[in-house]
């Protein structure tokens, strides 16, 4: 499968620890996206890389939130100090250019306890 | 950023056609509207997008009012597989991330 794969697809952690998720774009897409997802709502945007520069952060991305793609390829999001309200699905999508279609992973969902 | 309405939730059987519309008034001449769907426990897949001109694929049509303030999605025939939460979405044409913005998009109910 030449999907977006995003790992773990479930993780629960309790609140106060740190979380790391990774997502693994179609492999020769430059553009790489990170959104969240709460029961019921549509995804929010948070941040988003063109090869390995991160380009724009969502207000949504506190100082607990780190996101990196190194050498343009896999990408992580780091949660430091985890809250119950980071509890969410957690997507990840890739797209090759601008207006092209985006492809989501299945997305990691995350519950703080 | 420009903002889409649509219904909350649709109902259709199955093997008959499906109109979801979208308002977008405030769609600026530049914007492209696209179409997402998101079955359940699954990440948002594209179905279409377009700007001025009406669009098929294999998976829809996409049929865009003449002033570009509304658009419909329509599913020709619906299948159970299609029941789904559909978002109405813009890009923003000065916004060089084209990253999507969703709104809560139409919960669509297929019946058998």
């Known amino acids: 499968d030449t999907g977006v794969s995003q790992n773990p697809r479930h993780k629960i952690t309790k609140r106060g620890q740190n979380v790391t998720f990774r997502c693994d774009p179609i492999?020769?897409?430059?553009?790489l996206y990170w959104y969240r997802q709460t029961l019921g709502q549509g995804p929010e945007f948070l941040t988003y890389?063109?090869?390995?520069?991160?380009?724009?952060k969502s207000r949504l991305l506190s100082d607990r939130f780190s996101a990196e793609r190194p050498k343009g390829s896999f990408s992580t999001l780091e949660i430091q100090r985890t809250e119950q309200g980071d509890s969410a699905m957690y997507l990840c999508a890739s797209s090759l250019g601008g207006r092209a279609e985006a492809f989501f992973g299945q997305g990691t969902r995350l519950t703080v306890v | 950023d420009a903002k889409t309405t649509q219904p909350n939730s649709m109902e259709s059987n199955e093997e008959e056609p499906v109109h979801l519309p979208c308002n977008h008034s405030?769609?600026?001449?530049?914007?492209?509207i696209h179409w997402y769907r998101q079955l359940p426990s699954q990440g948002p897949e594209y179905v279409i997008h377009g700007l001025t001109s009406n669009v098929n694929n294999r998976m829809a049509s996409l049929a865009i009012a003449e002033d570009r303030k509304s658009s419909t999605l329509i599913l020709h025939r619906a299948t159970l597989r299609d029941a789904a939460v559909y978002y109405c979405?813009?890009?923003?044409?000065?916004?060089?991330?084209?990253?999507?913005?969703f709104g809560s998009g139409t919960r669509l109910l297929v019946r058998p």
């Open positions: 492999s020769e897409h430059n553009r």
């Open positions: 979405i813009l890009s923003a044409s000065m916004d060089s991330s084209y990253k999507l913005i």
């Open positions: 405030t769609i600026s001449g530049t914007d492209y």
């Open positions: 890389f063109q090869n390995e520069a991160q380009l724009e």
